[in-house]
């Protein structure tokens, strides 16, 4: 069987790593406990993190043991940007989002079995710390050039703003984790980000310096794109994992658009086929990029992973009635309000004319526009060709209770949703 590290390397899943031949000896010696944190700074996962749930079951399925961490105590302080200090969160609402987090979490990893995760908060230690123990046993053994060397740290500390003193000691309560982890569970390696180095290194030197282990650290590489745009949404935002941030819908779409330079690596990166299924679709992008089926895979593998398969099949039929290649009829009331939340709407009422729909969705810009579109046989709803000029909506025609689809030619639409009574 392959080493994990080599099938890690192959989907650019490694980028810096204490020492890669101890790594890869303790994988082959294994069963090795690892552990990854994730910081409750939002009330959602985001596409960063997707990357280490990844990771974390890539590594259980190869037999080795996983420790979530959710940051209830981290996720009070926050770990230092280089944007500024961040606002602080109230501990009620850094509490309510622990738990949204391991919810999320919990769908990625098996918590059954001779290696079965395991999920810890790191409040549960730092909340009974004092500060004189803290400074006495922990303190002690950090260095100040070490810390204030740190890229994050240096860049702040250049900046007019400065870094408090909470942001500066984050790296040390990290480094706190990763010792109480190893006391507790014999954890010898932590994965993460490739911009949390510096703080994956605090925690392998305190465990040193304080219990002579030799333990390990992993990152990954941040995704980019070919486009040189951040990856996200829109520029500088974040593909969330929580369906109420990001709609099931949305996120398919996403994935889907991916750009040609961008879907084989992302394919390794964030599914878990097989190198022969990866190549295949590698080919068929050479050969028939027309065709989209890497960036087809990655969405539906993403999405059933993230949402479910449902989620993922009501997304392609979505996508698929959106061209008219299918029925909106199909389609769950969730996907469709996610669906029109991307276009123009139109308040219509049951017996309003379908004239003055296509007119305000702005698929026409006139009335007698918007009869010529019909009398050549251009405008539909819900898919279905509009043939009178006269034509009223129908309470048959609305798509739960409230919606229709409107079309003029092939790539125009819009929606049109009743009026709600206040």
Not at 225 to 230: E, F, I, L, M, V
Not at 258 to 284: C, H, M, N, P, Y
Not at 348 to 358: E, F, K, Q, R, T
Not at 387 to 400: G, I, N, P, R, W
Request: aromatic letters at 8%; hydrophobic letters at 45%.
């Amino acid at each position: 069987m392959t080493n994990v590290l080599d099938e890690l390397q192959w989907r650019g899943l490694v980028s810096q790593t204490t020492d890669i031949d101890a790594l890869r000896a303790a994988f082959e010696n294994g069963p090795v406990t690892y552990y990854c944190g994730f910081d409750p700074t939002a009330p959602s996962l985001h596409h960063g993190h997707l990357v280490q749930l990844v990771v974390l079951k890539h590594l259980q399925r190869a037999g080795h043991r996983p420790i979530a961490l959710v940051g209830g105590a981290t996720g009070l302080i926050g770990d230092p940007r280089m944007s500024g200090e961040r606002v602080l969160n109230s501990k009620e609402v850094v509490a309510g989002w622990v738990e949204r987090l391991r919810s999320q979490i919990e769908r990625f990893l098996d918590f059954e079995g001779e290696n079965a995760a395991m999920m810890v908060n790191n409040l549960d230690w730092h909340g009974q710390l004092s500060a004189l123990d803290f400074l006495r046993d922990v303190g002690k053994h950090y260095r100040l050039g070490t810390m204030l060397a740190k890229d994050t740290v240096a860049r702040r500390l250049a900046s007019d703003e400065g870094i408090s003193f909470t942001e500066f000691s984050y790296q040390i309560l990290q480094g706190m984790d990763f010792l109480e982890l190893n006391r507790r569970y014999g954890c010898t390696l932590q994965t993460g980000g490739n911009d949390q180095w510096g703080n994956l290194l605090s925690g392998v030197e305190l465990i040193r310096k304080s219990d002579r282990v030799a333990v390990h650290a992993l990152t990954t590489p941040l995704i980019t794109k070919a486009d040189g745009t951040k990856f996200g949404k829109s520029e500088g935002g974040a593909v969330w994992l929580d369906p109420a941030m990001m709609s099931p819908y949305a996120f398919y779409q996403f994935w889907v658009n991916s750009d040609d330079r961008d879907v084989i690596g992302w394919l390794k990166t964030f599914t878990f086929r097989s190198r022969q299924d990866i190549e295949a679709l590698e080919q068929s992008l050479e050969e028939r990029p027309q065709a989209r089926e890497a960036q087809k895979a990655l969405a539906f593998d993403v999405t059933a992973m993230v949402h479910g398969e449902r989620a993922a099949q009501q997304a392609i039929a979505a996508s698929a009635a959106l061209f008219g290649r299918g029925a909106f009829e199909d389609l769950a009331e969730s996907t469709l309000v996610a669906v029109t939340a991307e276009l123009d709407i139109a308040t219509i009422s049951v017996g309003s004319p379908v004239v003055d729909a296509l007119v305000e969705a702005g698929l026409v810009q006139s009335k007698a526009a918007a009869r010529r579109a019909i009398t050549e046989g251009g405008a539909s709803i819900n898919n279905v060709r509009v043939s009178d000029v006269e034509a009223v909506f129908t309470e048959d025609q609305l798509l739960h209770g409230a919606w229709v689809i409107l079309r003029r030619g092939k790539k125009a639409v819009a929606a049109g949703r009743v009026a709600t009574q206040e």
